[in-house]
């Protein structure tokens, strides 16, 4: 009866994008249905096309007698498509260079034998030519020099990549991983518009430096005095600013850059990452918060594994070893792990939950293997962290790394705006708070319910060595505005938070998360 | 024959989401199609619903003999819905309070009789009642004292409600305008999806200072020297960045923050705003950006339409003069101009397109009207902008202000990046560019192509007093990361940004830009 009125995704009328000169194209496609390389890939006609044109960059060249065989890409498909041309049209085919070609799109059967003959020059390949287009005609858009072109055909390390930040996306992986942020952002999206979530922008300038979440980058501007008449800084956490907004709208959420001035030089950090936060109002469960967690997480990689970016990295780590290793990350993650952490994301198993009290209880026995002694009331060291996720999250039956919730940890090590639990265990007083493990990476997620009491939150601040500040005496340290909201019909709320870019990183078994952003940002490295 | 391959959207499973112990719920719903008070308030059912449970904010109480009506709000409508609740049950339903309302959903035209010979208190309404909740139980989950909350229920200027941005977004306005903004958002990044355009997340922090596009923040970490070594500073226009990822991806967009930290204390800027950018390699007219441009902005603006928030402030504007001023803001443009802005964005016609030196020779006749006199070299004062959008936009036959784009103008007066015209007018050099005007708020975007030849550009650059970066020696102006994008294949493209906090005050009739962002950062402004 009420299913019709189930949640309705945006409608939009049908348009067909109207071709560009510079385009890929192929006569009858009147509706603009191939628009990219990608496209074309998958329309392996059986007739021969003539007409089809198409643009992109070249990746390599291999000479033949009398003809070059050119792997062309647009960025729409990690691998190339391969275009045939006669030597004299192909002087100015060259690695890196920018080129639109005319020609027929065919079975390249026939080519592949001669191909099989070629001599190897500039590159190898070991893709199976399966159409191709027979080149007649080439323009240059934009010329290349090989012999400085910085992007070579061949393997380069990650690292040595980093340093060329502003060219390392026309790589076959980095940009397949910037294709696969692009989708998943788009369904996270899609699925909090469902779910109707209201997406926000909570501001990146704020007045707070004292959420305990890290330490913040200043912000200042030119002339004398403040530009904003106090300090201000790079927001650490949008979550204080989304209850504000929780409370006006019910259910919110932001996919929002976030920064930390921390010094931290490993694989897992970055001073400015992309966080995504979700805040409940009405809500008196913290399962709530982590049923929506994973929801959401089953839906985004429900959504992916549709799509062209998740397929062909999954095709890539497959057959990884006998296909060119120029192509895969020297730190990639096996396909096996990969393949349990994907099993585990869409399990229609509810993930596992413990309290901190359980899984103290369960490290302690085993403390011998650790360097860090497992003890109610400290945290959780990343060794422990990676013995639960592996310990409780395996799941033989179905090959799966199962995420782990871990809650109520104690409260003297946790923010101070959490909840309070209302049965604490009896080694000590205990917050409804949860963090979502996973192995080989550790912190996915971390949410609470929130304080909504005023009385308990002040006392919270103070047992957190947080100034009170007075609500009517601006300055004393910018959390009146934050206290406000409890003063006017708070109710039971939570949240959480998700570091986006080692979402990536778990999802593609890139194990250093520099390499899902496009221009990382960490300790004495802002390249361009 | 290639119909069928069109641009596919996301997929997703169908899933219902779980039911919450506080939310909005109806007996039978099992598959959570009721989820806020806005679905409820469109379940307008024959027959009585008992067991109806809702959780919201109570809006205003009024009284009346032995009964009390309230407003109550989740955030998710506009207007609220109405319970009546006996007055043995209603002591501690205050203005401002969170609550949880237990009834039976039924026709109010009954109690409607009562309401009409009510007193009138704490406020009144002249919403019809056409379903309301029956209350038999009250839980308050966050009390309210109506005596100190600032939020009135009656009319508060927009400027006063700006000192209180922790609280206004719960007003109804506020709160529309919210999700206004999130249905924009949902929107663009479905539409570019399709499109096969790549959402990227181009850096906040950068190096580079000098693109002209006005005054940077800096950013700093505390402790000695340089946290990167060298000054960074919050990003002034995504552009550069865009340009790089879209020489490795194709079409690339963001919708990004970004920072001006220039001290114009006007309704139209803002030190931190969203700005959407566009960029498109291999294109070679810019007739393809000012296409994708309208385009993208017809399928908003018919999305929009189809949806609640834009709905509630169209029936909201259309009545504004019977209903409570209340829900309108004192300066709210008026019904008639908003029509014919929205059709003006949901025209099928082409938008004008003319150029600069042809606005220059419309300008000249009727200079008398102006204050500064329309000159060919000089750059289009806001009165000049704004004659031009009213006059040549204006489709009477219609009832529509078409935006206009306005192109080529004289290359001093434009970005260094932007591409010489092939065929500039005799008064001199021009470049391949566009602002898109529109009355009332001048430019709502601007693009152009870009200079994709090394010696060009570089010309470019000292003919803009920029100093031309040596590729191999790092800090001379930190642009030689841009230089290198030309060095190896850069095809024609071009791209455009938009001002997506302006563009939404646009739509919305709002007029000072500070009231359609949560929280609104200008000079000496940052509040929270």
């Known amino acids: 009866m009420f299913a019709a009125r189930a949640l309705r995704g945006p409608r939009w009328q049908r348009y067909a994008a109207p071709r560009r000169a510079y385009s890929v194209s192929i006569p009858g496609d009147s509706h603009g249905g191939i628009k990219t390389i990608a496209d074309l890939k998958e329309f392996q006609s059986p007739q021969h096309v003539s007409d089809v044109q198409i643009c992109g960059w070249v990746r390599s060249v291999r000479k033949s007698a009398g003809v070059r065989f050119a792997d062309i890409t647009d960025g729409s498909s990690m691998r190339p498509i391969q275009a045939v041309v006669d030597k004299s049209l192909a002087s100015d085919i060259r690695p890196g260079s920018a080129v639109r070609l005319l020609g027929t799109w065919k079975d390249g059967s026939e080519a592949k034998q001669n191909q099989a003959a070629s001599s190897t020059e500039e590159s190898s390949s070991t893709e199976p030519a399966v159409h191709e287009l027979q080149v007649r005609h080439v323009d240059i858009l934009g010329p290349s020099n090989p012999q400085t072109y910085p992007i070579q055909n061949k393997y380069q390390t990650p690292e040595s990549l980093r340093t060329i930040s502003h060219l390392r996306s026309r790589t076959p992986m980095n940009s397949t991983l910037l294709r696969f942020r692009s989708d998943a952002t788009a369904l996270l999206t899609q699925f909090f518009f469902r779910e109707q979530f209201q997406q926000t922008h909570p501001p990146i300038i704020t007045s707070s430096d004292c959420e305990g979440a890290g330490e913040a980058f200043t912000v200042q501007a030119g002339g004398k005095g403040h530009f904003f008449r106090d300090p201000k800084y790079l927001t650490v956490s949008t979550q204080l600013h989304l209850e504000s907004l ?34 409940m109002s009405f809500v008196n469960n913290m399962d709530d918060v982590m049923n929506l967690a994973q929801r959401m997480l089953l839906s985004l990689t429900t959504g992916l594994k549709q799509l062209r970016a998740a397929k062909e990295l999954e095709h890539n780590r497959v057959d990884a070893k006998e296909r060119a290793e120029k192509l895969a990350f020297e730190d990639l993650e096996s396909a096996e792990i990969l393949t349990r952490r994907w099993n585990g994301m869409m399990t229609a198993k509810t993930w596992p939950r413990l309290t901190y009290t359980e899984a103290i209880e369960m490290l302690q026995p085993v403390a011998d293997q650790f360097e860090h002694k497992p003890v109610w009331g400290a945290g959780l060291q990343s060794e422990h962290e ?83 500040p007075n609500p009517r005496q601006p300055g004393s340290n910018n959390l009146g505005w934050y206290l406000d909201l409890r003063r006017w019909g708070c109710p039971p709320h939570g949240g959480f938070g998700l570091g986006f870019d080692r979402l990536l990183s778990y999802l593609t078994g890139v194990t250093n998360v520099r390499d899902v952003v496009p221009f990382p940002r960490h300790f004495e490295r802002c390249d361009c």
Chains 1, 2 share one sequence.
């Open 386 to 468: 990676k013995y639960l996720a592996e310990k409780v999250g395996w799941d033989e039956a179905n090959n799966a790394y199962l995420p782990i919730f871990i809650t109520q940890y104690p409260r003297e090590i946790k923010a101070f705006y959490m909840l309070k639990s209302v049965d604490s265990p009896a080694q000590g007083q205990t917050v409804d708070c949860f963090d979502l493990l996973v192995p080989g990476l550790g912190e996915l997620a971390g949410g609470s319910m929130r304080e909504n009491r005023l009385p308990e939150l002040e006392e919270s601040m103070r047992l957190h060595g947080l100034a009170v």
């Open 246 to 279: 929780a409370q006006a709208l019910g259910d919110v959420w932001t996919l929002s850059p976030t920064f930390r001035a921390e010094k931290s030089d490993t694989s897992r950090h970055l001073s400015e990452f992309q966080m995504l936060e979700a805040e």
